[in-house]
């Protein structure tokens, strides 16, 4: 089993920044990929960001590459997402997501599973 917790999230205005971290416990070594997924209000979960063991990293869109970098520092067991330029439609419930070695970045987008953490809430005012 695995355990994961965020920490990060808050209230900032349109245009300012948050990091996120996800910090993994537990069985660790059976990790592989893992991700940022968020949910709106209204919305389903969505895939925003990934990287693989390696240090692949994926992005669900242009506008999101252009603003947020996801990255993991795998001697501390934590993952992070740098939100910078923040827009009030992020504004959702970001998740941490981690996967058991095998599953690929693809199949993160295309179907939700795997290991998850409880949740925080990012609020971007405009």
């Known amino acids: 089993q695995v355990q994961l917790v965020e920490s990060g999230g808050g209230l900032v205005q349109a245009g300012g920044s948050l990091r996120l971290s996800c910090l993994a416990s537990?069985?660790?070594?059976?990790?592989?990929?893992m991700g940022w997924y968020r949910q709106a209000p209204g919305k389903q979960r969505e895939l925003v960001a990934a990287?693989?063991?390696?240090?692949?990293?994926?992005y669900a869109d242009d506008s999101v590459e252009r603003r947020f970098t996801i990255s993991r520092d795998a001697r501390k067991n934590t993952m992070y997402l740098q939100m910078d330029s923040l827009k009030p439609e992020d504004t959702a419930v970001y998740y941490c997501?981690?996967?058991?070695?095998?599953?690929?970045?693809?199949?993160?987008?295309?179907?939700?599973?795997?290991?998850w953490g409880q949740g925080t809430q990012v609020t971007v005012s405009s």
């Open positions: 997501n981690a996967r058991v070695r095998g599953i690929t970045i693809p199949t993160m987008y295309q179907r939700q599973g795997g290991y």
């Open positions: 537990g069985s660790t070594s059976s990790i592989g990929a």
């Open positions: 990287v693989t063991s390696g240090g692949t990293t994926d």
